[in-house]
């Protein structure tokens, strides 16, 4: 399955109702399967904002990673400018210790690498989840003529968004209560 798939696939498992004590095998299963989430609402921003935070995490490991060669080198230089034999206990501390930064590097390189994928995903979640929200709720307006607020999550960015719309429609509905009973 590609990364792709199983980020716009996952399952979301409603980790609160879980805790509350135990589950028979089949209701605990059937929990699992409750809830469906999409994290990927809007594939095209998102993709294109997750697609930036590879570059950002290969940048920052590469610079580290120079950062890293360069001191073992100047190290090695001291070493030859003090004339110390290529057998020396320095230059072979010094490579013992040059594997285990780079096995060291690798580790924390992987590491970051995944959590700025997740994290990108979560936070493009947060701000393509708003407005997808009220572009979903303005098309079922325009559809049925019913005015409802919007809500968004609390965790969501952009909760402006959801005030202001809301204060439109206030208003638009005053002013149509206005005009009702000026018409009567």
């Known amino acids: 399955m590609c990364v792709i798939c199983f980020l716009i696939e996952v399952q979301v498992y409603p980790v609160a109702r879980l805790s509350k004590g135990p589950y028979p095998m089949f209701k605990l299963k059937a929990l699992l ?27 920052a490991i590469g610079v580290f990673y120079v950062a890293n060669l360069h001191f073992f080198w100047k190290m090695n230089q001291i070493g030859v400018t003090l004339q110390l034999a290529p057998d020396h206990a320095f230059f072979t501390f010094l490579n013992e210790q040059k594997g285990m930064m780079n096995a060291l590097f ?9 959590s700025l994928i997740l994290g990108g995903t979560f936070l493009s979640h947060r701000v393509a989840g708003p407005l997808h ?5 303005m098309n079922t ?21 959801a005030v202001s719309f809301n204060r439109q429609l206030r208003a638009r509905a005053a002013d149509e209560f206005s005009d009702d009973s000026l018409a009567s």
């Open 33 to 59: 399967l409750e809830k469906r989430s999409i994290l990927l609402i809007n594939p095209k921003f998102q993709l294109v904002f997750l697609g930036y935070m590879p570059g950002l995490a290969l940048v």
């Open 106 to 114: 690798v580790v924390t390189s992987l590491v970051s690498f995944v």
């Open 133 to 137: 929200r009220l572009t979903q709720h």
């Open 141 to 161: 307006i325009s559809e049925n003529e019913t005015l409802t607020e919007v809500k968004f999550r609390k965790s969501d960015f952009f909760p402006e968004l």
